[in-house]
Nanobody
């Protein structure tokens, strides 16, 4: 198993920045990729970004490309999401997830094997 713990959420003004962190423990040697998803009130959970653990290739949702940056620290088994130029529509619970076996499309939540409990990001006007 892999345990994931997110941190870094909070209340931020529109146009501001936040950095989320997700620390992994357990079977970390089995990690193929890690990703961030988010779920806004009344909406389905959606893909935000993912990073391959080996090689570091990254992929982003169109809605965040150019504003968000996903990165990793393999030595710390931690993935980060730097969020800049935040907008009201970025308000959501952000979840970290890990894919152990490269089993499908990176943007599909069904590919990911383990999930964190989430961290709330709220934009204030």
């Amino acid at each position: 198993q892999v345990q994931l713990v997110e941190s870094g959420g909070g209340l931020v003004q529109a146009g501001g920045s936040l950095r989320l962190s997700c620390a992994a423990s357990g079977r970390t040697r089995s990690i193929y990729a890690m990703a961030w998803f988010r779920q806004a009130p009344g909406k389905e959970r959606e893909f935000v970004a993912t990073i391959r653990w080996s090689g570091g290739s990254t992929y982003y949702a169109d809605s965040v490309r150019g504003r968000f940056t996903i990165s990793r620290d393999n030595a710390k088994n931690t993935v980060y999401l730097q969020m800049n130029s935040l907008k009201a529509e970025d308000t959501a619970v952000y979840y970290c997830a890990t894919d152990l076996d490269s089993s499908g499309a990176y943007y599909s939540e069904y590919v990911y094997d383990y999930w964190g409990r989430g961290t709330q990001v709220t934009l204030s006007s």
